[in-house]
């Protein structure tokens, strides 16, 4: 198996052992009789890789090892948060312990190891394990979105899961969030109906739901790393991508979603891979998953279509480059549109024909305290009144601070998603400020990374084109959207999650611009990200801790 595609079975392999091994209905996660049967196969798997002696053994050595601390971190989590979550003095110490050992592990991988193969795949697995922590840890109905009830009769995505659960078909009626795409849906309605005739309780199954998040999540984290290897960016480079990527803290929040934004996130990033491989080797068997991504994304949730026009331009400049075997690309593209069209298509005309629905149509939220309608085109782009004067989101009209500036709210929303939790005690304020700030230098950088690649970059002007267009169009939308839908949960960042990870492979890519890929020639900015991600990775992993003791 190439080393770049391990994180995908690993990551399918443990989202199978939490939804199978982990109670997540209980106070203690890890029953006693499997914290042990773990325990006991980690070391056992240790030792006979140790006895191996071979390099690829030494690399799933690393990452059993690796999650050793996570079983100790669930376990001591939950005893911490039932007898300490109000002692802020052992919250603090707690904090500071994991950081130094946190720190102290990141400086070895970023610092004293040489970065390669290996080091990209213990980051991935490492952003694997705090999304771990964070499933096991969170109750589902924490810090999500648009969520509704898993019971008969249910709106929301939960009622839409159950409703396909009980009945078997789509909804035949329009609830609040049942006009989406239900390709996320009937996965979890059918995984939902495994689970439930393996024992499982239908009303606890949006915990085991989470699950499917964590692995698309992880998934997408994989590609973005695939991707960047197809650009052929350094290992040095894609560990910065990777170690900032999988600690992002909405990125981390998303794995525990019960809502179609991780699927078509996913299916947009493996968009994005099989077009350049397409385009390096058009074929049939090759544009055929091109087309289930693009029509899958659509059918997960309809935005995956602003990801088309950066794919469109890299078809029609094959077709020219190719102009001589237009019949052959012809071919390839009518089995791309048969494909790709009715998947992506046929539940909006469901919903015309049945519902009366324009295609794309998008509800406006009922909650007018969010209403923000009294701000300009300058407000909301750069006015900065009131709006640092708290750190999470503020949704109520009637307060003074209401967000309305789109940089700031999108910067709270990844920080700390839609919640307040943030105010809670002292110590989770002051990490989390911390993270907002970081995250805010972490966009900055985004924009200036991709500046570096598209003028110094020695990839080819078509993918700095293709990137450039497709994170381009994801962020006008996105605008766009906030403007026609003036309320602070527009703002949300899982609109752009796609951007944010092109951005990370386009900053990877800038910074081996700089650097010409030689290791002799790191130089001070290329240190400075591995100082910043250390740092980056440190407080998010504090954050999530303190989240422990908040659910």
């Known amino acids: 198996m190439k080393s770049e595609n391990r994180i995908f079975p690993v990551s399918l392999l443990v989202m199978l052992a939490v939804m199978v091994l982990f109670r997540q209905d209980a106070l203690y996660k890890i029953p006693v009789w499997v914290w042990i049967t773990i325990s006991v196969f980690v070391v056992c798997s240790n030792l006979f890789l140790f006895l191996q002696k071979k390099k690829v053994s030494k690399n799933w050595l690393s990452a059993s090892i690796c999650s050793i601390p996570l079983l100790f971190a669930i376990q001591w ?144 984290l994989g590609l973005m790393n695939k991707i960047a290897l197809r650009l052929k960016i350094s290992a040095k480079a894609r560990a910065v991508a990777v170690g900032l990527g999988g600690f992002l803290p909405y990125g981390v929040m998303m794995s525990g979603a019960v809502n179609n934004d991780p699927l078509m996130t996913l299916l947009v990033m493996a968009f994005i891979y099989f077009t350049m491989k397409w385009y390096e080797k058009p074929t049939i068997p090759n544009i055929i998953p091109m087309a289930l991504c693009i029509g899958g994304g659509m059918m997960s949730k309809m935005s995956a279509v602003l990801i088309a026009p950066a794919g469109a331009i890299v078809m029609l400049v094959k077709l020219w480059q ?49 209403l923000i309608t009294d701000n300009s085109l300058w407000t909301r782009l750069f006015d900065l009144t009131g709006q640092l004067e708290q750190y999470s989101l503020r949704w109520n009209r009637h307060e003074a601070l209401l967000d309305h500036n789109i940089f700031t709210a999108v910067t709270k929303c990844t920080v700390f998603g839609e919640s ?23 966009f900055v950088t985004l924009l200036v990374g991709g500046i570096l690649w598209l003028k110094k970059g020695k990839s080819k002007t078509l993918w700095k084109v293709f990137f450039s267009v497709g994170a381009g169009t994801i962020l006008f939308s996105y605008i766009k959207f906030c403007f026609d839908y003036p309320y602070v949960c527009t703002m949300n960042v899982r609109y752009v999650m796609a951007a944010i990870y092109i951005g990370l492979v386009a900053l990877a890519a800038g910074s081996d611009a700089l650097t010409g890929r030689r290791p002799d020639k790191a130089g001070k900015g290329g240190v400075a990200l591995r100082v910043f991600t250390v740092v980056y990775m440190v407080c998010c992993s504090l954050l999530m801790l303190n989240f422990s003791y908040l659910t």
């Open 322 to 370: 190719e102009r001589r075997a237009f019949g052959r690309y012809v071919k390839q593209f009518l089995v791309f549109g048969v494909i790709a069209f009715p998947l992506g298509l046929w539940h909006s005309i469901r919903n015309m024909i049945l519902f009366h629905l324009p295609l794309g149509y998008v509800p406006g939220p009922a909650a007018e305290k969010q």
């Open 420 to 442: 307040d939790y943030y105010r809670r005690n002292p110590i989770v304020e002051g990490v989390g400020t911390v993270m907002f700030w970081l995250t805010a230098v972490l």
């Open 77 to 220: 989590g939950c005893y911490f948060r039932d007898h300490f979550k109000k002692d802020e003095t052992v919250i603090l110490w707690s904090t500071v312990a994991l950081g130094v050992l946190l720190a102290v592990g990141l400086i070895y991988l970023f610092f004293i190891r040489p970065i390669d193969e290996d080091t990209v795949f213990l980051l991935l697995f490492s952003g694997l394990l705090i999304r771990v922590f964070y499933v096991v840890m969170t109750q589902a109905n924490y810090y999500q979105n648009d969520m509704g009830k898993l019971v008969s009769g249910g709106d929301g995505h939960l009622g839409y899961i159950y409703t396909i659960y009980e009945t078997g078909k789509l909804p035949d009626r329009l609830m609040y969030q049942f006009y989406h795409p239900p390709l996320h849906h009937m996965v979890a309605a059918g995984v939902m109906r495994i689970a439930t005739l393996l024992g499982a309780n239908a009303a606890k199954a949006d915990e085991i739901i989470q699950c499917l998040s964590l692995f698309y999540v992880t998934a997408s």
